[in-house]
């Protein structure tokens, strides 16, 4: 099938990318030209595992291309594609004028009935409008159908989210466009849940709304383990073998971040209420999200004494392992608010550092080697749980710290181990 995607960015550049591979021809869109020219010249603005050869492969096979006009995608697509960011405004709620912006564009060049899918996370109802805007700002008599099908994949892991999903949700209007639809994602073998437009749209904000919830509850337990001499690794595994509950997302930490649950919860919150429901369990969770960078600062401060011109190393900057993006990342945060209390800080991040630059403070220094971190530092941290950490070299860490105190803010290592190197080791609820 011929298919296009407006907005190249992490969900559509992989999208794309997997649709192609999946044996579709798939011509990707993004409005920012460098970014367009970057990939016809074969380079990949962001890090995931797989997804270069992936290109790679697909552009050499014609299955897969880049432009910067929505006009060329409408023209020569069967179904498009919306995977444009939906950011939050300062109240919480999503800024959609991207997709209305996008939904304009694709009605001003509709040439005959299209597919129009949305993938961006959505409020419910935002189908509707799009349908709406499609209908004031396109021709009179060519039908369309807005459907929407949500996107689950997690960055660091998105090939293979996209290629092997648990579900693929399709949320329509009319039974008109779910044949296309299925014939779309039929080369994934994967099972397929009908839905209405509008529920569609629930199930995005209520899953991730849901893993959000899921992760606040176990950092809680991780406190109460701190506090009572347990340790939250056995508790998760107890807990999470009851099939009921499940072992995934209950790895204690730094609390989540990144582009998507923080937007999305706040989102939640927000639509919940405009539609008269106080999703106040909601709000308790950001309220406990937000407080445990200061809970984690609290326990170095209290090993450094003063954290002024004290040497910390920081390894990670990502919000999470395996990838580049450094939005709403947790680490970011962690060593602004260091800086902010004077001490020297250095950092590392295997793939990270280059779009961390412009959010940390100037004389934030970023290594190209993570033992690099370790030299002359009082304190060295975990902040991203990228699994190469565990392989370092840590008996050499050991001689290279001026004092040997490991804060593990993501349950990286074994505390036995770093116990028997020597240092003084300190992690989440364990
Ligand atoms: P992103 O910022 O990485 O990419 C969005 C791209 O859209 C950018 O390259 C931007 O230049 C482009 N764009 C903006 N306006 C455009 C226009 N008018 N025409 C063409 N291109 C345009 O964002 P993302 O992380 O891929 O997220 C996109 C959507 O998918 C969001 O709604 C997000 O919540 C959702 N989502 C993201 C993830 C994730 O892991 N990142 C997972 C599931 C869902
Ligand atoms: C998340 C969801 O998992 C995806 O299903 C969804 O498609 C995506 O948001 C989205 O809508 O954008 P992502 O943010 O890429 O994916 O990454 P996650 O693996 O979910 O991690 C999110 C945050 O939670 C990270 O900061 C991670 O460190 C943290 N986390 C995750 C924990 O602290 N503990 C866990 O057990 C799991």
């Known amino acids: 099938m011929k298919l296009s995607i407006i907005g190249s960015g992490y969900v559509g550049l992989v999208t794309g990318t997997c649709l192609a591979e999946a044996g579709h021809t798939v011509l ?45 995608a409408v023209a020569n697509s069967e179904v498009i594609f919306i995977a444009v960011p939906t950011p939050p405004q300062d109240d919480g709620s999503v800024d959609l004028s991207y997709v209305e912006a996008v ?11 299209r597919i129009i899918v949305d993938k961006s996370t959505v409020p419910v ?39 092997k999903p648990d579900r693929i949700v399709i949320g329509v209007a009319s039974q008109r466009p779910v ?39 176990i950092n809680l337990v991780a406190a109460v383990c701190e506090a009572g001499g347990a340790d939250v690794t056995q508790v998760a595994e107890g807990m ?28 939640f919150i927000r639509i919940a209420e405009e539609m008269g429901v106080d999703f106040g369990l909601m709000r308790e969770v950001e309220k406990i999200n937000a407080a445990i960078p200061e809970r984690f600062l609290k326990k170095i401060r209290a090993s450094l004494w003063t954290m002024r011109d004290k040497k910390i190393g920081q390894l990670g900057l990502a919000f999470k392992g395996n990838t ?14 260091m800086a902010a209390e004077g001490a020297i800080i250095r950092c590392h991040d295997p793939k990270g550092g280059e779009k961390a630059k412009e959010l940390l403070p100037k004389n934030v220094e970023i290594m190209a080697d993570a033992h690099q971190v370790a030299e002359g530092a009082d304190v060295l941290i975990i902040a991203t749980e990228w699994p190469e950490y565990r392989l370092l070299d840590w008996s050499k860490i050991k001689t290279l710290m001026r004092t040997p105190r490991i804060f593990d803010g993501r ?18 609820g364990r």
């Open 324 to 337: 580049d993006d450094v939005r709403c990342s947790v680490a970011v945060e962690l060593i602004r608010r």
């Open 103 to 113: 939904a304009r564009e694709i009605a001003e060049a509709l040439p005959a009935y």
């Open 125 to 163: 109802k935002t189908g509707e409008k799009v349908a709406e805007t499609i209908r004031r700002y396109g021709p009179k008599g060519i039908e369309f159908d807005v459907v929407s099908n949500p996107e689950f994949l997690r960055e660091g892991s998105a090939v293979a989210d996209l290629q």
């Open 28 to 72: 990707c869109v993004d409005n920012n030209q460098a970014k367009v020219k970057e990939l016809q010249a074969g380079h990949i603005p962001i890090y995931e595992p797989g997804l270069e050869e992936l290109v790679r492969r697909n552009v050499q096979l014609k299955r897969l291309s880049f432009t910067a006009s929505t006009q060329e």
């Open 240 to 267: 999470g073998s009851d099939a009921r509950i499940g072992r995934a997302f209950l790895q204690a930490g730094l609390g989540y971040g990144g582009s998507c649950f923080p937007k999305d919860v706040s989102a």
């Open 179 to 217: 044949a296309a639809m299925r014939a779309v994602y039929e080369p994934f073998k994967a099972p397929i849940i009908i839905t209405d437009l509008n529920s569609a749209e629930l199930i995005k904000h209520a899953a991730n709304s849901f893993l959000a919830l899921k992760i606040t509850y």
């Open 411 to 428: 349950n990286l290592l074994n505390p036995a181990e770093m116990i028997s190197l020597g240092f003084e080791y300190t992690s989440i």
